[in-house]
Each structure stands twice: as structure tokens, then as C-alpha cells.
């Protein structure tokens, strides 16, 4: 049993952390929780409750009120931008625009194009200067491109409704109880403190993706089942992995009425079995680390997922960025319509995907799109059965340190990781250091890890193959068990 001062004055919660990756957290009825959820942010975060209102509003507009809306908040956007982004003020007067020539989103053809390398080359340049430091939070991913990127959230934008929107497509409240398939960041006391009062009443069950075995996978199912958890969420590689275990073990297991899934394309095989292990609805939401929530699946619009069309604008284009007629797949490109600190405009998401037109049965007017193509996340199997899951984001802490990075895994088990330096060769070399360090004792000695440095990193089919792997070893978990 774990707890400290701060938790108990915030909440009546007990805390307990089980042996392994798992921890359960909050206490509560289900008949009050929601209530006691949407309490804590009135008067914690009043602008959550009021963004949720509006969110709960805006589903519903008519195609004209919602065009004029995504029109009066780009014009925001660009206007903000303009003023206080000198990285944006250089790209428009370059491309001979200013904000007054764009009426709309029917306009956005006309902007630049945001790379991955425009926002690693020109951070400091994008950030607007009119945000205080106070209202910037950190955002890194090493992406499925295998090209890490840092970008800025700003603090002020309530995300947690367009959560809570979404869960109430599903039946649910902003307080239900989920298993997190998710990936265990180190924090202090502190942090863990706030983030459990942060969360309470929800009951949160976690299994670390960052390392899944066979132990820590049963020790999440009994908790899960106890509790009586409907909702089971987490990155696709992990839960899909996290499946293949349960029908490989058989026997009665728990069972969430919801899988949610993320980060990663849905691939119908993956699906099939997911929606087979756990006999429930597999419901994709889209998003990344630069642009939370920009989709994502009602129990009605299987396949296709409903775009939050009120807080983002979503392109689809050609290879030159030119826009394509609904119905048919392109690139994805990413406007952030609320993130005024760290404006993303037309960013190239590196995802492909296509506009649905019509609307759903289930009565939300917000627009639809298919189902997300393009980038994946691989597993990297160990010779005892243990998954790592989240081998894409290794370089998350260090997004300035290499330009782009593979993974092999060769038949024996073995890793090489390939790297491209970055111009600062100090922070690259401590970069290579720490990330060695990290992996070598996420193995646990059974296999080699090298790191070495390239001058380029092979491409297929004009898309980065991040990880790839030879070895066979999920057949280990099954000798595990026996």
C-alpha cells in the first residue's frame, strides 16, 4: 500500500500499486462519479465543463453554421500567426499572402505546407510571442516516420472535453473507469500524487507498454476484471499484442464492453482479432502528439470516424499538396484551429487517408473520414516473451539529437539501432548514451543492443520503415506458460 498527503486531502482515494506495471486508482459509485468529475473542473478547470458544452453544441450544427464557425477560427489562427509567429510571417509573405486573402477553409490551398523538418529546423521561429512561458506544455514524439519532433500544446485549450465528447458517444462519462495500455513515464512522488488526485473518481488500471510479459499481463486482467473495467484503451501494437497473449493462453479472462484504440491504423486482421479475444466493439480514435484528437469512431460509424471538424480543419491532397475530391485517399494535412502558442497549419502528418462524404446514422452532424493509412507501430519481441511496444518513441527525449532512426532486429533477437546525427554532435553522442542505457536494461540482458550512426536510412515505397524485425519469438510466450 502506497499514499501520501496529498492525495488523501484531495479526494478520499486509496491507492494501490501491485507488483509489476500495474496500478489501480479512485474510488467512487458509478451513479455519482460524473457528477463528482464535472465538479472537481468547475471549479478547478471551469473551461473544460464550458468547451465540453459548446463541443456537446457544435456536433450538431447545420453544415453552414459549422463552415462559418471553422471559418471566424482560422481567421484567428492566421491573424495570430501573422502578428506573432515570425516564422509564419516569413512563410505567407514569401508565398505573397496575408491573412485577409483567406475567407475560409475552402482557402487553405493557397498556405505553405508544415513539414516535420520546418518544425525541427524552425522551432523557436513558430512559437508566438505573445504566450506566456506558463501556458507552454511539451510535446515530443519520436513518430512513426522514425523522425523525431518537439512541438508546444498550449495549456489554455481544455482537451480533456473533446475526450469526454468522444466517451459519450460510447455510452460513457467523463469518470469511467479504463484499463490504460499505455507506456509508464518516470515521474517524482509528486507528480504521481497530482496525477492520481488529477484523475480520481476514475478507476484506472495500467499495464506499462513500454515492457509488456506475461506476468504483468495477468496481473492487469484479474485487476481489470475486478474492478469491472468496460473501457480497455491503449496503442494499438499494445492491445493487439496484449490479445494475442489472452487467445494464446485461453481459459476465462476479463472481458471491457469497449476497445479503444490509438495510434496506430487499425489493419483489418488486427482488428478481427482484438474485436474475436475480447468480443467487444474495436473503436479507433486518431491523433498525435502535435494535434490531440482530430478523430475518431461513434458506435455507429464503423469503419469511418467523425472528425472533430469544430476544433480542427483535416485536407486531403495529392503528392503536391493539392486537394483531392471526397472519396478518394491522399495525404493528410493537420490544422490546429485552438493551438494559438504553437500555431500547426496545413501540417503534413505523414498519414494518409480520405473524406467520407454523407453523414452517419447516428445523428452527430460533424463530417467523416475513412480510416487512417500509412505509418504503423511495430513490436519488438524478447527471447522470454516480453513485448516492447513503444519502440518507436526512444528518441522522444531527444528530438534535437538525430535527424532519423531504424530498428533491426535480426533472427537472433538482437537490435541495431541506425541513427542520423544531428549538427550538435555533444547532445547527439549523450542522446546515444542514455537511449543504450535505457534499452540495455529493457532487455535484461538477453540480447545485444548496438547503436550506430549512418549517413542515410533506406526508404520503401517513399515512406520510412522505422522497425523492422526478423526474429520469431512470440512463440516464446507460449513456452513461458507451459
Known amino acids: 500500500m502506497e499514499s501520501n498527503f496529498l492525495t488523501v486531502f484531495l479526494s478520499p482515494l486509496t491507492y494501490h500499486r501491485a507488483k509489476g506495471n500495474i496500478s489501480v486508482q479512485g474510488i467512487g459509485t458509478m451513479a455519482s462519479k460524473d457528477r463528482l468529475m464535472k465538479f472537481k473542473y468547475r471549479l478547478f478547470k471551469p473551461d473544460t465543463t464550458e468547451f465540453f458544452k459548446r463541443l456537446m453544441r457544435s456536433q450538431n450544427w447545420s453544415g453552414e453554421e459549422l463552415a462559418a464557425w471553422q471559418s471566424e477560427r482560422l481567421r484567428r489562427l492566421l491573424f495570430n500567426a501573422w502578428e506573432h509567429s515570425p516564422f509564419y510571417h516569413r512563410r505567407f509573405k514569401e508565398a505573397g499572402i496575408h491573412p485577409h486573402d483567406i475567407s475560409g477553409p475552402q482557402d487553405l490551398h493557397l498556405l505553405p505546407v508544415l513539414t516535420r523538418q520546418d518544425i525541427r529546423n524552425h522551432f523557436c521561429?513558430?512559437?508566438?510571442?505573445?504566450?506566456?512561458?506558463?501556458?507552454?506544455?511539451?510535446?515530443?514524439?519520436?513518430?512513426?516516420?522514425?523522425?523525431?519532433?518537439?512541438t508546444l500544446l498550449d495549456r489554455r485549450v481544455p482537451h480533456a472535453a473533446l475526450g469526454w465528447r468522444m466517451l459519450s458517444w460510447w455510452g460513457y462519462g467523463p469518470a469511467v473507469n479504463i484499463g490504460l495500455v499505455w507506456r509508464e513515464v518516470d515521474a517524482s512522488i509528486v507528480k504521481r500524487a497530482l496525477t492520481r488526485a488529477f484523475t480520481w473518481p476514475s478507476?484506472?488500471?495500467?499495464?506499462?507498454?513500454?515492457?509488456?510479459?506475461?506476468?504483468?499481463?495477468?496481473?492487469?486482467?484479474?485487476?481489470?476484471?475486478?474492478?469491472?473495467?468496460?473501457?480497455?484503451?491503449?496503442?494499438?501494437?499494445?492491445?493487439?499484442?496484449?490479445a494475442r497473449y489472452l487467445e494464446m493462453r485461453g481459459g476465462d479472462y476479463w472481458r471491457p464492453r469497449h476497445v479503444w484504440v490509438t495510434c496506430s491504423p487499425v489493419s483489418r486482421p488486427h482488428l478481427e482479432q482484438i474485436a474475436r479475444v475480447f468480443q467487444a466493439p474495436v473503436l479507433d480514435q486518431y491523433g498525435s502528439c502535435e494535434v490531440y484528437w482530430i478523430a475518431a469512431q461513434c458506435r455507429y460509424s464503423t469503419p469511418n470516424l467523425h472528425l472533430f471538424a469544430d476544433a480542427r480543419l483535416v485536407e486531403v491532397t495529392d503528392s503536391r499538396f493539392r486537394p483531392v475530391p471526397d472519396g478518394r485517399t491522399g495525404n493528410l494535412l493537420i490544422t490546429d484551429l485552438?493551438?494559438?502558442?504553437?500555431?500547426?497549419?496545413?501540417?503534413?502528418?505523414?498519414?494518409?487517408?480520405?473524406?467520407?462524404?454523407?453523414?452517419?446514422?447516428?445523428?452527430?452532424?460533424?463530417?467523416?473520414?475513412?480510416?487512417?493509412?500509412?505509418?504503423?507501430?511495430?513490436?519488438?519481441?524478447?527471447?522470454?516473451?516480453?513485448?516492447?511496444?513503444?519502440?518507436?518513441?526512444?528518441?522522444?527525449?531527444?528530438?534535437?539529437?538525430?535527424?532519423?532512426?531504424?530498428?533491426?532486429q535480426d533472427c537472433a533477437g538482437n537490435l541495431e539501432i541506425r541513427y542520423i546525427p544531428a549538427n550538435d554532435a555533444q547532445k547527439t553522442l549523450q542522446a546515444v548514451r542514455i537511449v543504450r542505457e535505457r534499452m540495455q536494461k529493457a532487455v535484461h540482458g538477453q540480447i545485444e543492443i548496438q547503436l550506430r550512426a549512418v549517413e542515410k536510412i533506406p526508404h520503401r515505397k517513399g515512406k520510412l520503415q522505422y522497425v523492422f524485425s526478423e526474429f520469431k519469438g512470440i512463440e516464446n510466450t507460449r513456452t513461458q506458460l507451459e
Open 125 to 150: 521561429e513558430i512559437l508566438a510571442r505573445n504566450v506566456p512561458k506558463r501556458f507552454l506544455k511539451p510535446s515530443t514524439t519520436g513518430g512513426t516516420s522514425g523522425i523525431p519532433v518537439r
Open 338 to 408: 485552438e493551438n494559438l502558442a504553437f500555431p500547426i497549419i496545413r501540417y503534413a502528418i505523414g498519414d494518409r487517408g480520405r473524406l467520407i462524404p454523407g453523414k452517419c446514422e447516428c445523428g452527430i452532424n460533424l463530417p467523416l473520414m475513412g480510416p487512417v493509412q500509412g505509418k504503423n507501430v511495430d513490436t519488438i519481441q524478447l527471447p522470454d516473451g516480453t513485448a516492447i511496444t513503444d519502440i518507436n518513441v526512444i528518441f522522444d527525449d531527444f528530438p534535437e539529437a538525430v535527424n532519423a532512426f531504424q530498428v533491426y
Open 203 to 242: 478507476r484506472q488500471v495500467r499495464l506499462n507498454a513500454s515492457a509488456i510479459d506475461a506476468k504483468s499481463m495477468e496481473s492487469f486482467v484479474r485487476q481489470c476484471e475486478r474492478l469491472n473495467v468496460p473501457v480497455l484503451h491503449g496503442y494499438m501494437g499494445a492491445v493487439h499484442h496484449l
